[in-house]
């Protein structure tokens, strides 16, 4: 059986693999009616959502002082904070980029081609399941550091 460190780390990859595989096979599109909004949405949720990750990792920065920074510094769990950070971040980014992938595809009101439609899928999915994951990780120190101020 997995254990909850192992479907925490390979949930988001797992999961956004299944749904692009589902979204590829079933061979779905995007309407190109919608296509540009769409694409711009995708790309302003993806900055701003990397903006936030990086405003998280400055508020980390100076919780190693705190009592719950030398717990987490001690235990084995520091590297996998760090890690998802990085990773949530690194979708959104990759996110935003196959957003304005999907921009030059559409060039001359033609439809997404489902090679990338399926890629913008699979990130839009990698990225909100990162960063969900990464915000649950978060909360839990935050409310560990105001349980335990020292």
């Avoid at 920065?61 to 920074?69: I, K, Y």
């Avoid at 990759?94 to 489902?114: C, D, M, R, T, Y």
């Amino acid at each position: 059986m997995f254990t909850r460190l192992q479907i925490e780390r390979w949930a988001p990859l797992v999961i956004a693999s299944g749904v692009g595989l589902t979204w590829y096979v079933l061979d779905c599109q995007i309407a190109s009616s919608i296509a540009k909004e769409f694409l711009a949405a995708l790309l302003s949720s993806a900055s701003i959502a990397a903006g936030f990750l990086t405003t998280a990792l400055s508020i980390l920065l100076p919780m190693s002082a705190m009592s719950v920074g030398k717990q987490l510094k001690n235990s084995k769990y520091l590297p996998y904070v760090f890690a998802y950070l990085r990773r949530a971040i690194y979708g959104c980014l990759w996110l935003a980029a196959v957003s304005v992938l999907g921009f030059f595809s559409i060039a001359g009101g033609k439809e997404i081609p489902l090679f990338l439609t399926t890629l913008i899928v699979w990130s839009s999915v990698y990225a909100a399941l990162a960063l969900a994951r990464i915000a649950e990780v978060l909360m839990n120190l935050f409310e560990r550091t105001f349980d335990n101020p020292g």
